[in-house]
Every structure is written in structure tokens, then in C-alpha cells.
């Protein structure tokens, strides 16, 4: 199933790296901004996990909730979350079942090689629990963030 701007995002339930179960049903009448990414602690993914911690506050006073996803390990997410002191959760996904739901596993082109991988995205689901924006294969983790809280800003 495909991810579609308007319609309902895929219900998801993961656990956190403190073992606590996430899922979306708990978050109904929030805006989310769910994002995947390979790998912790890596260059693009520091990059990307430090820009949603740096607009933190000003995604707080949007009362939007920000949830990481990966296939890493709890003990993995719990490392990296310490050492760049990152104030929102990180979801496990090992068999990358939301990740595929979401269409942030696939095929995917790596130094001109297909391969099978964990494709950077971001998808907003509004409080109603409806995708509202999608962001397919985010090019610049850097500045992705500041992209995610411009949308917000915007209401788009």
C-alpha cells in the first residue's frame, strides 16, 4: 500500500528504546511527523536527528510529536539518543514491516548500484491521523528538518 496525501496513514505500534510501545492510535489528535532513516549515529542520520532536536522547541509550541524510525536495536537507539542529547523517541523496526508499509524500505540506488535498503522519508500525519504531507527520498538530511518545520509552519 502505497503512502497518499489525504488518506489515512498506515497504523503503526513499535517500541521505543526504553522498551515503551508506540503507536499511532495513541497519538490521534496529534500532528506526527514520523521519519525513517538508515542507520544511528552515521553522518547523514546524526544530521538529520540534530536538526529535529535543534527546532525542538519551536515543534513543541507547534505541539507536533517527532518519532524516529530505524531498524537499529534499543541499546542502539538509547546510545545515540545520550550522545546527542535527541528529547524525542526512537522506534525500532528490525524486520522493517512499518518501514515497507510506509515505502521507507525498497530499492533503492547506492553509488550506482541497486540495492535494498531503508529509504530516507518523512511523512506528517495530521491529528486526524491522515498523511498530510510526504516527503519520498529525503536527498539532504541536513536540512530536511528545517523543510519538515517550514511545512508545519505553513500548515503545508
Given at each position: 500500500?502505497?503512502?497518499?496525501?489525504?488518506?489515512?496513514?498506515?497504523?503503526?505500534?513499535?517500541p521505543?528504546?526504553?522498551?515503551n510501545?508506540?503507536?499511532l492510535?495513541?497519538?490521534?489528535?496529534?500532528?506526527?511527523?514520523?521519519?525513517?532513516?538508515?542507520?544511528?549515529?552515521?553522518?547523514?542520520?546524526?544530521?538529520?536527528?540534530?536538526?529535529?532536536?535543534?527546532?525542538?522547541?519551536?515543534?513543541?509550541?507547534?505541539?507536533?510529536?517527532?518519532?524516529?524510525?530505524?531498524?537499529?536495536?534499543a541499546?542502539?537507539?538509547?546510545?545515540f539518543?545520550?550522545?546527542?542529547?535527541?528529547?524525542f523517541?526512537?522506534?525500532s523496526?528490525?524486520?522493517?514491516?512499518?518501514?515497507?508499509?510506509?515505502?521507507?524500505?525498497?530499492?533503492?540506488?547506492?553509488?550506482?548500484?541497486?540495492t535494498?535498503?531503508?529509504?530516507?522519508?518523512?511523512?506528517?500525519?495530521g491529528?486526524?491521523?491522515?498523511?498530510?504531507?510526504?516527503?519520498?527520498?529525503?536527498?539532504?538530511?541536513?536540512?530536511?528538518p528545517?523543510q519538515?518545520?517550514?511545512?508545519?509552519?505553513?500548515?503545508?
Amino acid at each position: 500500500m502505497a503512502i497518499q496525501e489525504g488518506k489515512a496513514a498506515p497504523a503503526f505500534r513499535l517500541p521505543d528504546a526504553d522498551g515503551n510501545e508506540v503507536s499511532l492510535a495513541d497519538l490521534v489528535g496529534r500532528d506526527v511527523i514520523l521519519y525513517f532513516y538508515p542507520k544511528d549515529d552515521t553522518p547523514g542520520c546524526t544530521k538529520e536527528a540534530c536538526g529535529f532536536r535543534d527546532g525542538w522547541k519551536e515543534l513543541q509550541k507547534l505541539g507536533v510529536v517527532v518519532l524516529g524510525v530505524s531498524a537499529d536495536s534499543a541499546e542502539s537507539h538509547r546510545k545515540f539518543r545520550t550522545k546527542y542529547r535527541l528529547p524525542f523517541p526512537l522506534l525500532s523496526d528490525p524486520d522493517r514491516k512499518v518501514m515497507t508499509k510506509y515505502g521507507a524500505f525498497g530499492e533503492k540506488v547506492l553509488y550506482g548500484k541497486k540495492t535494498m535498503g531503508v529509504i530516507r522519508s518523512t511523512v506528517w500525519i495530521g491529528s486526524d491521523g491522515k498523511v498530510r504531507k510526504h516527503w519520498t527520498r529525503v536527498a539532504k538530511a541536513e536540512t530536511h528538518p528545517e523543510q519538515v518545520l517550514e511545512a508545519l509552519r505553513s500548515g503545508v
